[in-house]
């Protein structure tokens, strides 16, 4: 499994869980990064970032 596989797989089991979530990858959401991740928005206006490295 690589970033992108596990950043998809992380995307699908929060939006079962939690359909009231608005969550993005980091590309969709315009984040300047290299590295993988989520942002996640709620009902409330809150943000959060699960950024995903690979540790070698």
Same mark, same amino acid.
């Given at each position: 499994?690589? &970033?992108? !596989?596990? &950043?998809?797989?992380i995307?699908? +089991?929060? =939006? &079962? ?5 608005? #969550? !993005?990858?980091f &590309?969709?959401? @315009? ?5 993988? @991740? =989520? +942002? #996640? ?6 943000e959060? !970032? #699960?950024? #995903? +490295?690979?540790?070698?």
């Amino acid at each position: 499994m690589n &970033e992108k !596989q596990l &950043e998809s797989l992380i995307h699908h +089991v929060l =939006l &079962e869980e939690a359909e009231e979530l608005h #969550i !993005q990858s980091f &590309e969709d959401a @315009g984040v300047f990064t290299s590295d993988k @991740g =989520l +942002v #996640i928005n709620t009902k409330d206006e809150l943000e959060f !970032q #699960i950024t #995903i +490295v690979k540790t070698t």
